[in-house]
């Protein structure tokens, strides 16, 4: 594999590493990286990935002229040895056909170049080539490590210690053997910590030679910063290319072991956490899509009169639609509300993702069975996220000292945390500096006077997220507001990109919420229907969780047995992180035919739970 060739850098231009890692300095190296240390370093570097990584595809960055990814390659590892210099990568080259294994080489600038023209690594290696870059460049470094690593995989990240380097600086020293001789001049900022200087590089016949070098160099504390703000969780540290060796302020080499952080879900996003059985065919019961007849009518007014002129309309001036929303949703929620107190975005899910941004550098404490949009992505920003639980929360809490925690209101589960206990939670975030997020966007079903809306003019940590796309039907707008107190709006507003509800969608979203609550038909529908639903799969073998009675979906646990059930029955339902299942309740009289029909045949006629679930 070749990568695309690099511009040659003139004298003084582009980064400095361009230009050093070349043929002389290899010359001096060589005899520092003796063939003795190099097999002791591949020992270490074979038996560390032979205990942690998932599988055995490596990437080493930085190669060199490849004295690690050979020695692992003949260990039978899959080797990608990714190197900045043309003369390192074909010494490389010449290295591995000589010892008869197989390599990959690119030729890549890691600093500079996006994408990494590279697959999925199970191990990515980076051994002496930390700390090239700004430490803006060395975070980048990491997070683009951590996008090619396979789930679970590991990244093995050797760097040289300040503290040790700094007990017996040197400003010049020299090194001469037959033939060469090196004069290094070095000076240490102590306020950046870079190491500055220059090689002098003198060969008998040959010119004198001048590499110039600006190194970022680390106490292993920074470095343990940078990989979990990257999104990396650190096992352990070794001293010296030895398992388990302690590491103490002389120790001059040191290797993190850090294992890609899995967001919720094993790390493969929101997608993974909301699979669906098996069954192609039969009744979806993922969503409630008949929910829509029952709220037409208002939202067939909401959208009347509204011709091409809201759609010309480029607010400006109210960037975030404050201006706009705060009248309505303050009628709407019987409260206070300012204009800045209120954000719109693009659906509940776009001001999640900047909810993210806030949360950085974490940690991102969330409840078991929520939505998983924000703490993934906070995830992927280096944030540490907790998965907790009611029983430790406040346990958690006084642990961890989160920079967010989230609340799903109503959870998955279908249970509605009282507006009280939400206050009380939000009173011990404040006091332990914690963002409340709490997330309502199925809180639609209930009413407006169950949301904690109300609450964020008293407590100014909590943020309240609304949407119209749950019970309204009307995600298609792509709508959703933040409510919380003017200090957190501000700063929310720092993440938030302005102009992202359409003008569109919040004039309809806005008048169908000035309409007052118009989801009691859909309310008496889920009442009316919703236990008889939940009777009928318990018939068939299943154990359903109702939850709120106000909610049009039931939950079971996703065992084998559950699962077999429902495959059996032919209806499709959410696997929720692969522990619970979500089923929607039918509400039309055609989805609720289909769902008798699929029942077995003694319970095909309506039942007495049915009765009175027709409309006229």
Not at 510 to 539: C, E, N, T, Y
Request: aromatic share 6%.
């Amino acid at each position: 594999m070749t990568g695309p060739e690099l511009p040659a850098p003139g004298p003084g231009s582009g980064p400095w590493y361009r230009e050093f890692f070349t043929e002389p300095f290899w010359a001096v190296a060589g005899h520092e990286y003796t063939a003795e240390r190099t097999a002791a370093e591949v020992d270490y570097l074979a038996a560390v990935l032979d205990g942690s990584a998932p599988g055995r595809r490596v990437l080493d960055l930085g190669c060199g002229t490849g004295r690690h990814a050979v020695g692992l390659a003949g260990r039978g590892f899959t080797v990608t040895g990714v190197d900045v210099g043309a003369w390192a990568l074909d010494r490389a080259a010449e290295a591995a056909a000589a010892a008869g294994v197989r390599v990959d080489w690119l030729r890549l600038d890691l600093l500079r170049e996006l994408p990494w023209p590279v697959g999925e690594f199970d191990a990515v290696l980076c051994v002496q080539s930390f700390g090239w870059g700004s430490d803006a460049q060395q975070l980048r470094l990491l997070r683009r490590v951590r996008r090619v690593l396979a789930p679970d995989g590991v990244l093995l990240l050797d760097h040289s210690n300040l503290l040790a380097i700094t007990a017996d600086y040197r400003p010049r020293a020299s090194f001469e053997t037959e033939g060469l001789r090196a004069e290094f001049r070095r000076s240490l900022r102590v306020l950046t910590g870079r190491s500055a200087g220059q090689i002098e590089v003198r060969r008998d016949g040959l010119p004198t030679e001048l590499l110039s070098d600006d190194v970022r160099l680390y106490q292993p504390a920074e470095v343990g910063d940078l990989l979990t703000r990257a999104g990396f969780t650190v096992e352990r540290a070794d001293a010296g290319f030895v398992v388990g060796q302690e590491v103490t302020a002389a120790t001059r080499y040191v290797q993190f072991l850090a294992r890609r952080t899995a967001g919720p879900g094993g790390g493969a996003g929101a997608i993974a956490l909301w699979s669906h059985s098996r069954a192609e065919a039969g009744l979806d019961l993922r969503w409630t899509p008949d929910e829509a007849e029952f709220v037409d009518g208002p939202v067939r007014a909401a959208f009347q009169g509204l011709g091409p002129d809201h759609a010309r309309a480029y607010h400006l001036t109210d960037p975030f639609a404050g201006e706009q929303s705060a009248p309505v949703l303050a009628e709407h929620f019987g409260m206070e509300l300012t204009p800045d107190m209120v954000t719109a975005g693009a659906g509940a899910t776009g001001l999640l993702q900047a909810l993210a941004g806030l949360a950085a550098p974490g940690p991102v404490l969330h409840l078991a069975g929520g939505h998983p949009d924000l703490p993934r992505w906070a995830a992927d920003l280096g944030a540490e996220t907790v998965l907790t639980s009611p029983d430790r929360l406040t346990a958690d809490l006084d642990r961890c000292l989160p920079s967010m925690l989230v609340l799903d209101r109503p959870s998955l589960a279908g249970e509605l945390a009282d507006r009280e206990a939400v206050a009380e939670l939000a009173a011990a975030a404040r006091d332990r500096g914690t963002v409340l997020v709490v997330d309502e966007a199925y809180a639609n079903y209930t009413g407006p006077e169950a949301s904690c809306a109300p609450l964020v003019a008293e407590h100014g940590n909590l943020v309240v997220l609304r949407s119209i796309s749950k019970a309204y039907c009307c995600g298609g707008l792509r709508v959703g507001f933040a409510l919380a107190a003017p200090e957190l709006t501000r700063w929310l507003r720092e993440f938030a990109p302005p102009l992202a509800a359409n003008s569109h969608g919040l004039a309809v979203a806005l008048r169908l919420l000035s309409q007052g609550d118009v989801l009691g038909g859909l309310r008496a529908r889920i009442a009316q229907v919703k236990p008889g639903v939940a009777a009928a799969l318990r018939r068939v073998g299943l154990d359903p969780t109702e939850g709120d009675p106000r909610l049009p979906w039931v939950t079971a646990p996703a065992d084998t047995e559950t699962l077999a059930v429902v495959e059996r029955l032919g209806i499709r339902v959410k696997v929720i992180d692969g522990r619970l299942l979500k089923i929607a309740v039918p509400l039309s009289e055609a989805r609720l035919a289909a769902f008798r029909a699929l029942l077995p045949e003694h319970d095909a006629d309506p039942r007495p739970e049915f009765e009175g679930a027709h409309r006229a």
